[in-house]
Antibody, heavy 122, light 110 residues
């Protein structure tokens, strides 16, 4: 069964870069059938799509975050990563990684990680 | 891109039916039949309940159904149960090759 697991620092200082990795087990990330995405949720608030990546490296980003976001994939390690630069307290959130089916235009997130809380504070 | 519009809260008694709306624009909900719905219990990851407007993943109760008319999609739940109490989010593909979520709806089972 496919499992996704987020990992990375739980505390990041303002103006620094947030870095997270999503490790995929029980299936290959090198498949043409899926996109791999990042979604965040500030405490007590709703979901926000950050961006998605295809195994080939093709990326799609939320326009409101595009200048600060980089998503990459490492097929040899079966994981994909998120970097969010110049963070502020407003970036404090639970970050989820998830898988989306290609046939449904990357909207069908059918497998999710458990989420990891990242707090931006000095 | 702006978040899709959902009511902040809805409620219903056990056994009743409710509906949650998700209003977008002709650039997202109205443009494609790529609308998904997610259920999220406190402290848990979201769970896919509906995709492609009206399709249920394997294992999701047939009490959950989805529909769309113009720029508005809807999630309906029949025979409300206590376990349905959760937050619900819609999402849509957009014409600029992005994904947008709704603001979320808190469902309370009275």
């Amino acid at each position: 069964q496919l499992q996704l697991q987020e990992s990375g620092p739980g505390l990041v200082k303002p103006s620094e870069t947030l870095s997270l990795t999503c490790s995929v087990s029980g299936g290959s990330i090198s498949t043409s059938s899926y996109f791999w995405g990042w979604i965040r949720q500030p405490p007590g608030k709703g979901l926000e799509w950050i961006g998605s990546i295809y195994y080939s490296g093709k990326t799609y980003y939320n326009p409101s975050l595009k200048t600060r976001v980089t998503i990459s994939v490492d097929t040899s390690k079966n994981h994909f990563s998120l970097k969010l630069s110049s963070v502020t307290a407003a970036d404090t959130a639970v970050f989820y990684c998830a898988r989306a089916d290609v046939d449904t235009a990357m909207v069908r997130f059918d497998a999710w990680g458990q989420g990891t809380l990242v707090t931006v504070s000095s | 891109q702006s978040a899709l519009t959902q009511p902040a809260s809805v409620s219903g008694s056990p056994g009743q039916s409710i509906s949650i709306s998700c209003t977008g624009t002709s650039s997202d909900v109205g443009a494609y039949n790529y609308v998904s719905w997610y259920q999220q219990h406190p402290g848990k990851a979201p769970k896919l309940m509906i995709y492609d407007v009206s399709y249920r993943p394997s294992g999701v109760s047939n009490r959950f159904s989805g529909s769309k008319s113009g720029n508005t999609a809807s999630l309906s739940i029949s025979g409300l149960q206590a376990e349905d109490e959760a937050d619900y989010y819609c999402s849509s593909y957009t014409t600029i090759t992005t994904v947008v979520f709704g603001g979320g709806t808190r469902l309370t089972v009275l």
